[in-house]
């Protein structure tokens, strides 16, 4: 099976899904000789031009859903990340069709190496972080996976001598045999896609197969305060380091007398004081401790890696400031799309927050809010198909406002707020009940914040 694919030459490809990874990975094969078909659940018409065009280049299309044959007859299988766990791809695992992610494939052909980071959440700050470590360094280092290119659109240009920092979801990680990152990271793990995954073991055993697949000599970065993920340097075969936010660990990165530390065995270096890190919130400083241990292990400077955390701002939709209006600070945590995520944003503020809650619920629990809320939200705006859900979970709690429409939603959180309060979009929810992705529910959110911070004056 492993060999099958060094020729793709003639071999019938079924790519599941027609999103970006899903192009990426059908031109990858067509260059390659394959012969290439692509199932669709959208129709024709929902596709549009993108359909006729590769078509034209050549592809099977089926769309408007997936038939049997499609799989059956296929001799690789490679799923988009997110795709559903169709019954079909089970049938032709159980027919031992082998099944890979674009990862798996990628992998296979790709020179240089893979510094793979996976978590439940901070994957795309840390992934984004330690990219600009490297890259500020003068590192040949390139940005993929699901939140840069999808790593297959690499291979062709591929050198030896290249770092590729991916963030990798669970869904991709699934689908992985031989694939190996030679630097991994793993940020945390909390409830996330059981929709998808089924249990909590079932979604941690797919994470944990980006540190199980390394070899002897390559590096793992674990977080020592998440007892699931610590677990795994029992059976791991690489180099175990740690960070750490709450106590000093022997190899790895914590914090000591307000100073982020590195530390392998003996020697000690100290990196850059927590007051210079711009990004709010505790788990932002357990993301920096992640980069910067990885960033040491692979031969970064600590003089580098300050520079780099220094200018380091954090990415659009997370724990993003919007405005202030009237002494209302608005803040854009669009990508808070678990409750985790939520708690972690709420858990970096001590002044009093509106929360905005609400969208599409993916099969979350939302009572572990409750305590959190009581500690230090003020009121809630509910919004979206999840809110009779939350409104249920944080009953009794503290004033649960509702909207229609995110302008609604605005002027709901502003007429809730003080001078010196906080409103926070962190919804715990998907978006796809209102909006096509977070990032658009997050850029609707901050035009209508700055619609009112024009209006106020």
């Known amino acids: ?81 997110g795709v559903p766990r169709l019954p079909e791809i089970a049938a032709a695992r159980d027919r031992g069709i082998p099944v890979w992610s674009e990862i798996e494939l990628a992998s296979r052909f790709l020179k240089g190496s893979i510094v793979g980071l996976t978590g439940t959440n901070g994957k795309s700050t840390t992934t984004t972080l330690l990219h600009r470590i490297l890259k500020d360094a003068g590192r040949p280092a390139f940005l993929a996976g699901n939140i840069g290119t999808p790593l297959i659109s690499f291979v062709d240009r591929s050198r030896d001598d ?25 940020l945390n793990l909390s409830g996330n896609h059981l929709d998808w995954h089924g249990t909590m073991d079932d979604y941690a055993a797919a ?7 390394q070899k002897a000599g390559d590096a793992a970065v674990l977080n020592r305060e998440d007892a699931r993920v610590w677990a795994w340097k029992e059976a791991a ?69 300050r520079a780099s955390v220094r200018g380091f701002r954090g990415l659009e939709h997370r724990l993003e400031p919007v405005a202030t209006v009237r002494g209302v600070s608005f803040i854009n945590d ?29 099969g979350s629990d939302f009572r572990p809010l409750r305590k959190a809320v009581r500690r230090g939200v003020k009121a809630v705006v509910l919004v979206g198909s999840a809110r009779e859900k939350i409104r249920e979970a944080l009953a009794g709690t503290v004033p649960l406002l509702e909207a229609e429409t995110y302008p609604e939603v605005v002027r709901a959180a502003r007429a809730a707020a003080a001078p010196g309060d906080i409103v926070l979009l962190a919804p715990a929810c998907t978006s796809w009940d209102m909006f096509r992705d977070f990032e658009e529910r997050g850029r609707v959110f901050k035009r209508e914040v700055r619609r009112l911070a024009r209006r106020k004056g």
Request: charged fraction near 25%; aromatic fraction near 6%; hydrophobic fraction near 45%.
């Open 237 to 305: 075969v690489s180099d175990v380091f740690a960070f750490s936010g709450k106590r000093p660990v022997r190899r790895g990165a914590f914090v000591r007398d307000g100073w982020v530390v590195v530390r392998d065995g003996g020697e000690e270096r100290r990196i850059l004081p927590v007051s210079e890190i711009k990004l709010p919130g505790l788990h932002n400083r357990e993301n920096v401790l992640a980069a910067a241990a990885a960033a040491r292990i692979l031969g970064v400077a600590p003089s580098r890696i």
């Open 334 to 362: 669009s990508k808070a799309t678990t409750v985790d995520a939520t708690l972690k944003a709420l858990a970096g503020f001590t002044r009093p927050v509106v929360l905005i809650l609400g969208g599409k619920d993916k």
């Open 207 to 213: 994470k944990a197969k980006l540190v199980l697949g």
């Open 1 to 81: 099976e492993i060999e099958m694919t060094m020729n793709l030459d003639g071999r019938n490809v079924l790519v599941v899904g027609l999103a970006r990874t899903g192009e990426a990975t059908a031109a990858f094969l067509l260059r390659r000789g394959a012969r290439v078909t692509v199932t669709e659940s959208k129709s024709r018409a929902e596709l549009g031009s993108k359909a006729e065009t590769w078509v034209r280049r050549g592809v099977t299309l089926e769309a408007g859903g997936h038939t049997p044959a499609a799989f059956l007859e296929a001799d690789l299988i490679i799923p988009s990340p």
């Open 162 to 186: 290249h770092l590729y920092v991916t963030e990798i979801s669970s869904f991709q990680l699934e689908y992985i045999h031989a694939f190996r990152a030679r630097l991994a990271l793993v």
